[in-house]
């Protein structure tokens, strides 16, 4: 069948046609179209057409559409001839005419356009008229198709609520759905006319640097519409589809959680959101707000538009739905250093509430690359002292137990389980809480909640490595010849001090190994200049010993912490040799932890490192010296043994979104 969707503009011929079959067979009327020829040009479905009236070909003309909510082609962007070309089409009834047939009907006629085309179940020339029962002035309009033949109504369908419109959105992403469909946007404030609703107001910031300056763009035309064509090139800033995009999505989720939990969806006594539209070089965010200040969702823009991205809008709403229902801290200082588990959880949660919403692992195939909850990463061997690296371990676990027991207990578990985490919870607190809500919830009789759901949630933590002691400790195995990277803060976000990072890498000594080498790359995506320090113990952890808070004094000028190793090496080392002449060889299963603290003014710190054992031990490095830089094979230093060379990555500020996404 062939679908089509009239968009009418006064002295304007419009055709859309989406083919569905090879060609389409001639219909009762004057128009017929010949056999299509499909393809993709720019994200866009393109079909080639001829029309041919009474036999006779018309024009051979492009014209791509889509189909829309009703059924139709929602989208023109090519016109056809005019009106003039088509030959010698019947005499179109006058206004006055068209008039006068609804006025018998009891319509008043509110708004009309025509001629136009028409292409659903007859095609043919048609009025588009809007009208409204005359006795009730204030009802609900009707959009009719009437034909240009005999005035037979093709179609008719009623108009929207002043809190509902259609809006032109992307399904999924520009990636994986790249056809815009034409969707119900619900929750508009009366008068209906801009993306101001029960529980999201879209903005666009006309200050792309802090969005200060910021108002809507988008508006709804006559017949309730926000019908915007997606702009896919990049910094353009002007784009009143990335607003529709945006109410879109987190107006539905909202819906969703409300209706399906009974979520009352409030945030510090706020039931909406602020969504913020355009930030330059930006990626997206989430911020919670106060009792003044509305929480708001940031979709910034890059070399893609966040906003173009429903995965990106359910994730940050995640981490609304966290913030309404869970209080917690995002890191706690300990013995060992940082412990970022309460981050991996906020993002990891995030992850489930936008793979629980879609049903698909898959999260931002859009955005830079994808992620999936469909991996085989582990606690410890993942944990790289970042909320989002952990988040996939978390995700994962969820997509797991997910796949055993069903979405709807899943869902239902993790909802009942949220305001039951703890507020400094590891992840074996989190799974805890998750086995006690799914065993409360069995023996309620909850549906869908069977009474093996605590068992399946433990053995999946198990399996990824959530009950593993070294995964709570952050002590991550690294074996020879491995790079492993790790993340910590630099003194923009620790308040002017040093901190050690999240994670000790854990070292067991092969037979026949002396010494062991590694090498360190720093990564900064703002240019600071290297700053870290690298700690070494010998067969216990690293210790921390943490300065209070209350003995900081107001410039934090006291160090906020200290630390107890056999060796610490300073000033951002390219390398390190562990141990040193004069010292004893290292043992066979013998155990090593290295921690790494920053001593940057960097926002983040990335440190990448990579272990290698030599049979002999090195040679001294010359007094007040960091070890010198050597590599694989070196001579210098005494290796006797040939090691893995492991290229590592370029730096880039692409490389870093590549493993830093959606913060």
């Known amino acids: 069948m062939c679908y089509a969707f009239p968009v009418r503009h006064a002295g304007t011929l419009l055709l859309a046609v989406v083919a569905l079959c090879a060609s389409c067979p001639l219909v009762a009327g004057e128009l017929r179209l010949g056999p299509a020829v499909e393809r993709t040009h720019l994200g866009q479905h393109i079909v080639s057409r001829e029309l041919f009236y009474d036999g006779v070909p ?75 029962a005359r006795s009730q002035p204030d009802g609900e309009p009707m959009l009719l198709y009437l034909s240009a033949r005999n005035m037979v109504v093709l179609h008719a369908e009623p108009l929207l609520h002043p809190d509902t419109a259609i809006g032109r959105v992307f399904p999924e992403n520009p990636a994986t759905t790249p056809l815009t469909a034409d969707e119900e946007l619900t929750d508009l404030d009366p008068p209906g006319d801009k993306l101001f609703g029960a529980y999201a107001r879209v903005e666009r910031c006309f200050d792309t640097k802090t969005c200060d300056d910021r108002k809507p763009t988008a508006q709804r035309d006559s017949q309730g519409r926000f019908f915007y064509e997606p702009d896919l090139e990049p910094y353009t800033f002007d784009d009143p589809f990335a607003e529709v995009n945006a109410y879109h999505n987190v107006t539905r989720v909202s819906r969703w959680m409300r209706e399906t939990f009974g979520w009352n969806g409030l945030f510090d006594g706020h039931t909406w959101i602020e969504v913020r539209v355009g930030l330059a070089w930006y990626n997206a965010a989430f911020y919670s707000g106060s009792k003044e200040i509305p929480p708001f969702i940031v979709f910034g823009e890059d070399t893609v538009d966040f906003a173009y991205d429903s995965d990106v809008a359910f994730h940050e709403y995640g981490h609304a739905i966290n913030h309404s229902l869970w209080s917690h801290v995002s890191l706690v200082r300990d013995e060992h250093g940082i412990d970022m588990s309460g981050a991996g959880l906020e993002e990891g949660l995030a992850d489930i509430w936008a793979e629980t919403f879609a049903g698909d692992p898959v999260m931002n195939s859009y955005v830079v690359l994808s992620r999936t909850a469909d991996n085989r990463s582990t606690c410890p061997e993942w944990v790289k002292s970042e909320g989002h690296m952990e988040a996939v371990i978390v995700s994962a676990f969820g997509w797991d137990v997910r796949e055993r027991i069903g979405a709807q207990a899943w869902n239902n578990v993790v909802y009942r389980s949220l305001p039951f985490i703890p507020t400094e919870a590891t992840f074996a607190d989190f799974v805890g809480t998750l086995e006690q809500s799914a065993a409360d919830m069995a023996g309620e009789g909850a549906a869908g909640v069977g009474p093996e759901a605590a068992s399946i949630i433990e053995e999946a933590a198990v399996a990824r490595g959530l009950r593993d002691p070294a995964c709570l400790d952050r002590f991550v195995p690294m074996s020879e010849g491995e790079t492993s990277r790790v993340y910590g803060y630099g003194r923009k976000r620790t308040g002017g001090n040093d901190y050690p990072f999240g994670l000790q890498w854990r070292v067991t000594v092969p037979a026949g190994a002396a010494s062991m080498h590694m090498t360190f790359a720093w990564r900064s995506s703002s240019g600071e200049e290297p700053g870290y320090a690298v700690h ?128």
């Not at 272990?611 to 094979?633: C, E, H, K, R, T």
């Open 536 to 663: 070494v113990s010998r067969g216990a952890p690293v210790k921390v010993t943490w300065t209070p808070h209350d003995q900081l004094k107001d410039d934090n000028s006291v160090p906020a912490f200290a630390v107890e190793a056999d060796r610490t090496w300073t000033h951002a080392p390219k390398s390190v040799d562990f141990p040193v002449i004069g010292e004893l060889p290292l043992a066979p299963g013998e155990e090593l932890f290295v921690l790494l603290s920053s001593e940057t003014e960097a926002s983040t710190v990335i440190v990448d490192a990579t272990l290698y054992f030599a049979s002999v031990l090195p040679q001294p490095p010359d007094a007040g010296i960091d070890a010198p830089d050597v590599g694989p094979g070196s001579t210098a230093s005494g290796w006797s043994c040939s090691m893995p060379s492991h290229a590592a990555r370029p730096f880039s500020l692409v490389s870093v979104l590549l493993d830093i996404l959606l913060p």
């Open 58 to 132: 018309v024009a051979d003309r492009r014209v791509v559409g889509q189909v829309g909510p009703f059924g139709r082609v929602g989208r023109v962007l090519w016109d056809l001839p005019d009106l003039s070309d088509l030959g010698s089409l019947p005499a179109f009834p006058s206004e006055a005419q068209v008039r006068a047939w609804a006025s018998a009907r009891g319509w008043s006629v509110d708004e009309y356009w025509g001629p136009a085309i028409w292409s659903g179940r007859a095609v043919g020339a048609a009025w588009i008229v809007r009208v409204v």
